[in-house]
Nanobody, 125 residues
Framework: QVQLVESGGGVVQTGGSLRLSCAASGRTFSTYAMGWFRQAPGKEREFVAAISGNGGITPYADSVQGRFTITRNNVRNTMALQMNSLKPEDTAVYYC??????????????????WGQGTQVTVSS
């Protein structure tokens, strides 16, 4: 079992920055991929970014490439998403997720078997 707890959401103006964090329980954190997904009202959950077990592979959605940065700290069992140059279309509930079956990150939410409770990010225009 893995428990994931997100923090760091909030309200920010267009062009601002936020940093989301995800804390994971367990002793095998470095052996599996992690990811961030988001879901806006009335829309399906979508991939944002993911990271391999050692942090060396970090795919991003085209919509956030160059603005968001995903990192992980395998000593502290944490993952972060630094979000810069935020836009109103980034408004959503953001979820961190763990894929304990894969070391390399995947883009499909179906591959992730543990999820956090979500944290709201609102970007005002």
């Amino acid at each position: 079992q893995v428990q994931l707890v997100e923090s760091g959401g909030g309200v920010v103006q267009t062009g601002g920055s936020l940093r989301l964090s995800c804390a994971a329980s367990g002793r095998t954190f470095s052996t599996y991929a992690m990811g961030w997904f988001r879901q806006a009202p009335g829309k399906e959950r979508e991939f944002v970014a993911a990271i391999s077990g050692n942090g060396g592979i970090t795919p991003y959605a085209d919509s956030v490439q160059g603005r968001f940065t995903i990192t992980r700290n395998n000593v502290r069992n944490t993952m972060a998403l630094q979000m810069n140059s935020l836009k109103p279309e980034d408004t959503a509930v953001y979820y961190c997720a763990a894929d304990r079956n894969n070391y390399r990150p995947t883009l499909s939410s179906d591959d992730y078997d543990y999820w956090g409770q979500g944290t709201q990010v609102t970007v005002s225009s």
